[in-house]
T-cell receptor, first 114, second 114 residues
Framework: NAGVTQTPKFQVLKTGQSMTLQCAQD?????MYWYRQDPGMGLRLIYY???????DKGEVPNGYNVSRLNKREFSLRLESAAPSQTSVYFC?????????????FGEGSRLTVL | AQSVTQLDSQVPVFEEAPVELRCNYS??????LFWYVQYPNQGLQLLLK??????LVKGINGFEAEFNKSQTSFHLRKPSVHISDTAEYFC????????????FGRGTSLIVHP
């Protein structure tokens, strides 16, 4: 039972390069999320998708784009990476939008921008 | 909008001692409350959640938390910790019918010493 799978687990980029973080869930969940985790800052929401076909900005969307490719997959794209985007990125999913559902997290993608 | 404050960034404790990790939230309406745990180099997983009913909630690994509406708190406790409890702990809040996406606190690092 894979749950939420993120790729790649580690990535080093140079300033200005682009890349896409992939996320897939096999739990038939409707909602998916991208968070970033920085020391002392907790988790901050970048983008979310309440259901297939919809995406919305979270707390820190600048410099990122997302695509909800289908119900299973939700990707995060950095078009022109900056050192401030050095972080650990987590994808998560939940069954619905009631607020009471548990979030299931991937293991994280550690990104360094030089 | 709701917010969460975790009062301690780091809590050191000796093995077999009791521990309390503090969490306060701000919201003028009803809330759902969660504690998640993140072991080193892993994603977050749910420890326990309060939705309604009994204010004392029991979770996995011997943890429990008490919802106190008058003090807007949801502190996490364990009567006797193990080395394996060393991890980052996150408190989160969401609202029924409103902002359903959880807002996370900045995290508390629990360090258990032998």
């Amino acid at each position: 039972n894979a749950g939420v799978t993120q790729t790649p687990k580690f990535q080093v980029l140079k300033t200005g390069q682009s890349m896409t973080l992939q996320c897939a869930q096999d739990m038939n969940h409707n909602s998916m999320y991208w968070y970033r985790q920085d020391p002392g800052m907790g988790l901050r929401l970048i983008y979310y998708s309440a259901s297939e076909g919809t995406t919305d900005k979270g707390e820190v969307p600048n410099g990122y784009n997302v695509s909800r490719l289908n119900k299973r997959e939700f990707s995060l794209r950095l078009e022109s990476a900056a050192p401030s985007q050095t972080s650990v990125y987590f994808c998560a999913s939940s069954e619905g939008q009631g607020g009471f559902e548990e979030l299931f997290f991937g293991e994280g993608s550690r990104l360094t921008v030089l | 909008a709701q917010s969460v404050t975790q009062l301690d960034s780091q809590v050191p404790v000796f093995e077999e001692a009791p521990v309390e990790l503090r969490c306060n939230y701000s919201s003028s309406v009803s809330v759902y409350l969660f504690w998640y745990v993140q072991y080193p180099n892993q994603g977050l997983q749910l420890l326990l959640k309060y939705l309604s009913g009994s204010t004392l909630v029991k979770g996995i690994n011997g943890f429990e938390a008490e919802f106190n509406k008058s003090q807007t708190s949801f502190h996490l406790r364990k009567p006797s910790v193990h080395i394996s409890d060393t991890a980052e702990y996150f408190c989160a809040v969401s609202r029924p019918g409103g902002s359903y996406i959880p807002t996370f606190g900045r995290g508390t690092s629990l360090i258990v010493h032998p």
